[in-house]
């Protein structure tokens, strides 16, 4: 392979590790917020990082593989469903915190730990905070959570999108070179 051509990374990998970047941000940032600030997801919140974990290991796997091989294009592809998938559900939800449709009828957070008896049960009732789908837990410049993931999921799409569009994997050829080897003689 010339010097020319092999000194840049693909667009293919380029984009697979911007997704793998964001989509740890993003999953990290709704970790943060629950583990860190005590935000607790409803059952709709913790159905949106599914996509998040089935996007991360694709997304490596997709970087560490050939550019130029049909496994990166497909990667890309499969990237960009999951997170048009994970845009449906940010939608979705944020549908449902701005009351434009109902939301699931047992939507009420992630389960309580089980008690022992009913003293543990009543001290646990205490403690426990039950969280609505229909209420945002906290909002950024108008939008809730599950808007921003929205947003997000639908730019990562478009990034796999674009990049396995690219027919020749996106390496880059400088002007005037030759993207044939040269012979030594």
């Not at 048009?84 to 939800?93: E, Q």
């Not at 109902?102 to 992630?110: F, R, T």
């Not at 205490?126 to 410049?141: D, G, I, K, P, Q």
């Amino acid at each position: 392979m010339p010097a020319a051509m092999s000194a840049f990374p693909s667009k293919r990998r380029i984009a697979a590790v911007l997704i793998l970047l964001a989509a740890g941000a993003t999953i990290g940032g709704a970790l943060l917020m629950q583990h860190g600030f005590g935000y607790q997801p409803c059952q709709l919140c913790l159905l949106q990082r599914d996509p998040y974990y089935l996007a991360l290991p694709l997304a490596l796997a997709t970087a560490l593989s050939p550019p130029q091989g049909a496994w990166s294009r497909v990667g890309l592809g499969l990237l960009a469903l999951v997170f048009l998938v994970s845009a449906g559900l940010g939608t979705y939800h944020a549908g449902v915190e701005w009351g434009f449709w109902p939301g699931p009828s047992d939507c009420g957070g992630a389960g309580a730990p089980q008690p022992g008896g009913m003293d543990d049960f009543l001290r646990s009732l205490e403690r426990t905070r039950v969280v609505s789908c229909t209420e945002a837990a906290w909002r950024f410049l108008g939008l809730s959570l599950a808007g921003w993931n929205a947003l997000i999921s639908l730019s990562l799409a478009a990034l796999a999108s674009w990049a396995a569009s690219r027919p020749d994997g996106g390496l880059t050829i400088l002007p005037g070179s030759s993207p044939e080897p040269r012979s030594a003689g």
